[in-house]
């Protein structure tokens, strides 16, 4: 029999069972892939975002209304530095985000796996685990392949639902649900906003820096500041994925959301007026398509235009009205596109909803529902921005995990 039993061998499994290891625990780690860590190797575009410098709470989100702070503040971004470079990844800071200074995800993995063998964690790869149940003191993990691993102490890690190529899937809810847990909705983010717009097709593989900020049911949400991509079905790109969260959680609770993209944000609506007019004192005799030129990207002059609800594209700018001009640049300051939800799981990068936080003791991630059983990552409710913010949830709560599970005397 083990000491503790970690079902999932992802990012957070994966710590959980060293912290655990070096206190002494004999440790059981269980991963249905045919190896552990494979969902880390595409973190950070391949390069795996470990963590960021700024960890605060204003970047993470959660239907809890407690505070959830205490694992990130107690295996805080020193910790986890310190933790990593003493397997022999060094930081490489950039802005705010940390990578190893190998720029390489596999390094990170490579040196976690070492570490696993060097404290002899029991690794079982292809294991699918299908059913957890209490037996007085002990706990019985019962496996797919009909083998069964008992344990005094289980953690479960098994992720969310985001990225099914590389496992994730339901499986952690469902016995979670089993064992009395509530299960927050859960829903895609970190991931391709959808828009039915015919305007996302005529700008498609149109790359712009603007303003990007997403309403609910008229309501201001949030607005971020970056390079926005335009695709056949939505919109893209790093300002988009951070609003993500927002028209999925709209689309799962059956409210209107649209983006609304600022695409001068260094002008304000009567600069872009004054530039207009400044162009066509200029250039009268231009078309209307031409009086862009030079100033917009070409892709996004025809759709602007014919937002603004000008018919011809080919009258010239100095028999343009006074309303025509204003809609224009209400156009360029206000462009809209209603959404549909996101893309699916498939495609996220994390999963919102999951345990509920409540049901966890956050200074040991030991579940207030079943004694013996912690929980860890992204299975709880609980996702963070891009930037390193979602690995460095799943390190701290994990480290906690493994830290605690691997006390005999602890409840």
């Not at 593989?205 to 390079?227: M, P």
């Not at 299975?379 to 799943?394: E, F, K, M, S, T």
Request: glycine share 8%; charged share 25%.
């Amino acid at each position: 029999m083990a000491d503790i039993v970690v079902i999932g061998g992802g990012a957070s499994g994966i710590i959980a069972s060293i912290i655990a290891a070096r206190e002494g625990a004999h440790v059981i780690l269980l991963e249905r892939l045919n190896r552990v860590g494979k969902k880390i190797l595409v973190t950070g575009n391949g390069r795996c975002n470990l963590t960021n410098t700024h960890i605060e709470d204003k970047y993470y989100h959660t239907s809890s209304k407690d505070d959830f702070s205490y694992p990130l503040k107690h295996i805080n971004y020193e910790t986890i530095k310190d933790f990593f470079e003493e397997l022999g990844v060094l930081p490489l800071v950039e802005g705010d985000k940390v990578y190893p200074f190998s720029e390489q995800a596999s390094s990170v993995l490579d040196v976690l796996r070492m570490e696993l063998d060097r404290l002899n964690v029991d690794i079982k790869t292809e294991t699918k685990v299908v059913q957890i149940i209490q037996k007085k003191d002990t706990w019985q993990i019962l496996c797919e392949n009909s083998i069964t691993y008992d344990a005094s102490k289980v953690i479960i890690a098994t992720g969310g639902m985001a990225n099914v190529s590389f496992g994730c899937d339901a499986t952690g809810y469902q016995l979670l649900r089993k064992l009395g847990h509530t299960i927050i909705p859960t829903f895609p983010t970190l991931v391709h906003i959808v828009s039915s717009s015919h305007y996302c097709k005529m700008m498609k593989g149109t790359k712009i820096t603007c303003d990007a900020s997403a309403y609910v049911e008229g309501q201001f949400i949030r607005k971020e500041y970056g390079e926005v991509l335009f695709t056949e079905d939505g919109l893209s790109g790093p300002p988009i994925f951070q609003l993500s969260r927002v028209a999925s959680k709209a689309k799962l609770e059956g409210k209107k959301a649209c983006i609304i993209l600022d695409l001068l944000p260094s002008m304000s609506y009567d600069e872009v007026v004054s530039k207009i007019y400044s162009r066509i004192a200029l250039w009268g005799t231009r078309t209307i398509e031409e009086l862009f030129i030079g100033w917009l990207h070409k892709r996004i002059t025809i759709p602007i235009i014919k937002y603004a609800g000008i018919a011809s594209l080919h009258m010239r700018c100095e028999d343009l009205e006074y309303d025509a001009i204003e809609k224009l640049a209400e156009t360029i300051k206000k462009f809209v596109f209603e959404t549909d939800g996101t893309r699916g799981y498939k495609y996220a990068q994390a999963t919102a909803g999951g345990v509920k936080l409540s049901e966890i003791d956050l200074t040991t991630m030991a579940s207030k529902k079943a004694k013996g059983i912690y929980i860890t990552g992204e299975v709880l409710d609980i996702d963070g921005d891009c930037g390193g913010y979602n690995l460095q949830w799943a390190w701290s709560t994990g480290y906690l995990a493994g830290l605690h599970a691997s006390k005999r005397n602890e409840e």
